[in-house]
């Protein structure tokens, strides 16, 4: 069901996480990146997005692009969250290994995702080529929303599709990236800084946002604050965010990328989440 206010998104937020918990104690998860991103995923889905889960193929619908693919269990949570089917489904099939869930999101066997994404900065590209799409055909009640990782910066394809966007004028396109500060094996800063992402961007024509992407509030705000959709320039969230999100053993840490958590680990986790909602609206 979709949220109206700060402190239902907070709550929603708070299940999404208690879900990935108990996903990631029967099957090893990007749980990390998840959580980093949990807070935007579910203003997203569950306020944001114009998404009927009875009808996922509407023409007016919004579009989403997981470019950094391996989020899939935060995706699939929140497309659960908004009916398209149940949190129990997640977990039985992805841990069955032989349904609609798994460490990538596959539009072969789901029907709610648009596109099958998981080799990092093929989601961007793809994500302009349904933008420009949109406005070929005139469709001017619809916007194409996709989730980038930090990490995912360092791929050649992100820049031309960054390029090709401003070119092609896709006001109807919001980028987001999940500034984590990490990637698979370590920081950013060591592996390809990335410099002042916010000014590239800024420097090719765009939009550029950058706020805090686990501030609820924040979120929320600078969705209700986005261009029209018949604007000419694209949008980009440049979202400050920590990897591991809620769950302190986790925050900042390389090595929780992507596992399974212990039954011990599960508790704590849980009883820290607890105490993290803030006070909302
Ligand atoms: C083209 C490509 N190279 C390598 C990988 C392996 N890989 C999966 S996740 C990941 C790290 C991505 O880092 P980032 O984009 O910052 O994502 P996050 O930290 O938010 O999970 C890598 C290198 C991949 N999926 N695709």
Same mark, same amino acid.
């Given at each position: 069901m979709k949220k109206s206010t700060v402190s239902e998104l907070e709550q929603a937020a708070l299940e999404i996480r208690k879900n990935l918990l108990h996903l990631c104690l029967v099957e090893a998860i990007h749980i990390g990146g998840d959580l980093s991103v949990a807070d935007i995923m579910t203003v997203l889905w569950q306020y944001q997005m114009k998404y009927d889960p009875e009808n996922? /193929?509407?023409?007016d619908r919004d579009r989403f692009v997981l470019s950094k693919g391996h989020a899939s269990a935060v995706t699939s949570f929140n497309q659960a969250a908004i009916g398209c089917f149940s949190p129990e489904d997640v977990i039985k099939e992805y841990a069955a290994d032989? %349904?609609? #869930? *798994?460490?990538h999101s596959c539009s072969l066997v789901n029907p709610f995702v648009e596109v099958s994404t998981g *080799?990092? %900065?093929?989601g961007f590209p793809i994500a302009c080529g349904m933008a420009a799409a949109l406005k070929l055909k005139g469709n001017t009640a619809s916007r194409v929303y996709v989730v980038m990782g930090d990490g995912e910066q360092a791929e050649g394809s992100v820049w031309e599709a960054a390029m090709n966007a401003v070119h092609q004028e896709l006001g109807n396109l919001v980028a987001i990236i999940d #500034?984590?500060?990490?990637e698979a094996d370590g920081r950013i800063d060591e592996i390809t800084a990335l410099g002042n992402i916010a000014e590239k961007y800024g420097s090719f024509g765009w939009n550029v946002c950058e706020f805090d992407g686990n501030d609820i509030a924040e979120i929320k705000r600078q969705f209700d604050s986005?261009?029209?959709?018949? *604007?000419k320039v694209p949008t980009v969230f440049v979202c400050h965010t920590v990897k591991g999100m809620g769950v302190p053993f986790m925050e /900042?840490?390389? %090595?929780?990328h992507a596992g399974k958590i212990t039954k011990e680990q599960f508790e704590t986790a849980i009883n820290a989440l607890e105490h993290t909602v803030g006070n909302g609206d």
């Open positions: 996922p /193929n509407d023409e032989k %349904g609609r #869930f *798994s460490m *080799s990092l %900065g093929h #500034f984590n500060g990490l986005l261009p029209a959709v018949a *604007s /900042n840490q390389a %090595g929780w």
